[in-house]
């Protein structure tokens, strides 16, 4: 069973949705979640260009487009408010999902609207994706600029509210920032380490350390810009060399699997960023996440390890987090 801690299905609901389709999972995912034994994941609220221009029209398009998919979709899915509901979903063998939000750009300083989203279902929260907004600084942003003042209040809702603080995304220092002003667990859901691809949006060996020490999490990322520099390198095997690097880090109860796959997105939405060829060989899709249970195998990770990585370990953080104390 593999619980993703980053999937971008609403966008792709929102786009369909917009097009007068229904029933989009059921029609275009499901049969790759099926086939890659997914038991549920995060799946996240993103502002795709170019409606980043637009962020908080955008929100509302896909909250309304999400609310109508979570209805058509009631005999397969199972939102997941705490994790009682990933175990029900099991048991009833439905998707549990977790509503996420990738950068709250959509929000501008208005922070009550945190609340709202967390009354709403979401128990999932990152401040940017890679731009600067009105409360932290992404990956595509000024180096030298963080978190802000109106940032750090909001990672305390965040924190009081009890949603997973996500730092993916976050350039340095709003790392370092957000790190200086909660002592509880963060997850980076998609993000691999800067030592074995030197791009700015993995982690630096002190970034990892620093979240296992807080009991945190780290979702290793498929996404080949992320996995090596040398596009011949971008292969499942250099995928578990960053997994093996960030376990010898902090352990094996510290990482989890955030595959961000979007093969499913237009060019004109994933242009911004992608290339031609934007899989990692070998885990092109949902449908091939046994090519990477299986290589892991051969690494030598056991049956126990892989439950861990596969979604015992974000139960287990999502537990500390999200569940009524």
């Known amino acids: 069973m593999i619980f993703d801690i980053h999937g971008d299905i609403w966008t792709d609901v929102t786009i369909k949705s917009l097009e007068g389709q229904r029933n989009i999972i059921r029609n275009h995912h499901l049969d790759r979640f099926k086939k890659g034994d997914m038991t549920g994941g995060i799946f996240v609220v993103w502002t795709d260009p170019p409606h980043d221009k637009r962020p908080s029209e955008r929100l509302k398009e896909t909250i309304l487009a999400m609310s ?8 397969f899915l199972q939102v997941m408010l705490r994790t009682d509901d990933f175990n029900q979903a099991v048991k009833e063998n439905k ?24 009354q709403f279902g979401f128990r999932h929260v990152s401040l940017t994706w890679n731009e600067e907004n009105a409360l932290a600084t992404g990956a595509g942003g000024n180096r030298n600029r963080g978190l802000t003042e109106k940032g750090a209040e909001a990672v305390r809702i965040i924190n009081d509210l009890g949603m997973i603080l996500d730092v993916s995304h976050a350039n340095d220092q709003t790392f370092y920032d957000i790190m200086a002003i909660t002592d509880g667990p963060v997850i980076a859901s998609h993000s ?12 630096t060996d002190d970034q990892i350390k620093m979240i296992g020490n807080r009991n945190g999490l780290v979702g290793i990322n498929a996404f080949h810009q992320f996995v090596d520099l040398n596009p011949e390198h971008r292969t499942v095997d250099r995928l578990i060399d960053h997994l093996e690097h960030i376990v010898d880090l ?35 899709d949902f449908s091939k996440t046994a090519n ?17 990585i596969a979604h015992e370990n974000f139960l287990d953080l999502a537990s500390r987090v999200i569940d009524p104390k």
């Open 68 to 75: 109508k998919e979570i209805h058509d979709s009631k005999d």
């Open 292 to 308: 990477l249970m299986s290589k892991l195998k051969k690494r030598g990770f056991s049956d126990v390890d892989l439950q861990k």
């Open 250 to 284: 902090i352990g094996i109860e510290r990482v989890a699997l955030g595959f961000d796959f979007f093969e499913y997105l237009s060019s004109e939405t994933t242009g911004s960023f992608a290339s031609d060829a934007n899989t990692t060989k070998g885990l092109e």
């Open 95 to 118: 998707l549990a999902v977790m509503l996420g939000l990738e950068g709250i750009s959509s929000i501008g300083e208005n922070l009550d609207m945190l609340y709202a989203l967390y």
């Open 192 to 203: 691999n380490a800067r030592v074995l691809c030197d791009v700015p949006r993995n982690l």
